[in-house]
């Protein structure tokens, strides 16, 4: 796919209801909000070592989801820009003019008015301070700040990709501990690998936007080590959980962290030697593998074994 040197195409405004919901959905990234169903649900369970209510579940997701969305509508009104210039994301409704740029914003806005109102009131006022935390942390520190100026950029902007975690914790518990912590860390760790693989691919997406994440500033070698370096962090700090989860759990932990080294390690001795790499390997094994650990721990506290601590 090529980039050519003219603008994107003005597009006439989505026409009928369907279209409309379409664009505005779009907005909200829903494969992004992904992250948040297979990590809160999962924190839910091991917070109540069980099955916790469902209800709870329900209210805690869908003001978790209307959080997270409204961070993403206010990502794509300020990344309006970037988006339009870069192959991957020329797509989306502020790009093509299909959604007004005013409208976004309110509709950003609202939704993360919105979302804190549902949890404060259907879950609990920590709950709803967490997540609306994490929304301003996204938008005022990542977006307008790191993500143009550092090519840490991703490595501290994750942090508001990791709250679904806790949020899911104090919705069961009306506290923050220090398991929540460990699954923070998990998210934390494993976002860099994650996502810089995926810049390795649109590394001339991100120069071309002026964007500078690490592919773009650093050797090939030097993001490799970088990816691998995280990688062996985020699957060693899976396994501080082992106090409060039983072999379910670890087997999970650890097979499935085996198959995420094994990739990253190929990856690395690939750029090494000078071999062509395809880096959206890692990158989709990566959502592979933090979907099965999470599932492992929700498993794990559904069954009911005796933790290992």
């Known amino acids: 796919m090529t980039m050519t040197s003219q603008s994107a195409p003005v597009t006439a405004p989505a026409s009928g209801r369907r279209g409309v919901l379409a664009a505005y959905l779009a907005l909200t990234k829903p494969r992004v909000i992904e992250l948040l169903l ?8 091991l917070a109540q070592r069980g099955i916790p209510s469902p209800w709870l579940v329900i209210v805690t997701l869908v003001g978790g989801t209307m959080s997270a969305g409204s961070a993403n509508v206010l990502n794509c009104v300020v990344d309006s820009d970037i988006d339009a210039v870069m192959n991957r994301t020329k797509g989306r409704p502020l790009v093509r003019y299909e959604v007004p740029r005013r409208n976004a914003l309110i509709f950003g806005i609202v939704l993360g008015v919105v979302s804190f109102v549902v949890l404060w009131l259907g879950v609990n006022l920590l709950s709803a301070v967490l997540a609306t935390a994490a929304l301003l942390f996204y938008v005022f520190v990542y977006t307008l700040v790191l993500k143009r100026r550092t090519a840490q950029n991703i490595v501290w902007g994750g942090a508001a990709g990791c709250m679904p975690v806790v949020v899911g914790w104090a919705a ?19 976002t860099p690998p994650h996502f810089w693989s995926l810049a390795m691919k649109y590394k001339d997406d991100y120069a071309r936007a002026g964007v500078p994440m690490l592919p773009v500033v650093a050797t090939p070698r030097t993001v490799s080590a970088r990816i691998l370096a995280y ?18 759990y670890v087997a999970c932990a650890v097979l499935v962290g085996a198959a995420f080294l094994v990739v990253a390690q190929r990856l690395h001795a690939a750029v090494r030697d000078g071999r062509a790499v395809n880096p959206m390997t890692l990158f989709h094994l990566s959502n592979s593998y933090l979907a099965l650990l999470f599932v492992g721990i929700a498993v794990d506290a559904a069954v009911g074994l005796p933790v290992l601590g």
């Open 172 to 190: 069961v518990t009306g506290r923050v501990e220090w398991p929540a912590l460990v699954m923070f860390g998990v998210v934390f760790l494993w």
């Open 231 to 248: 990688s062996w962090a985020t699957v060693g700090c899976t396994l501080l959980l082992v106090p409060v989860t039983s072999w379910v």
């Open 38 to 45: 297979v990590t809160t649900i999962p924190a839910m369970f």
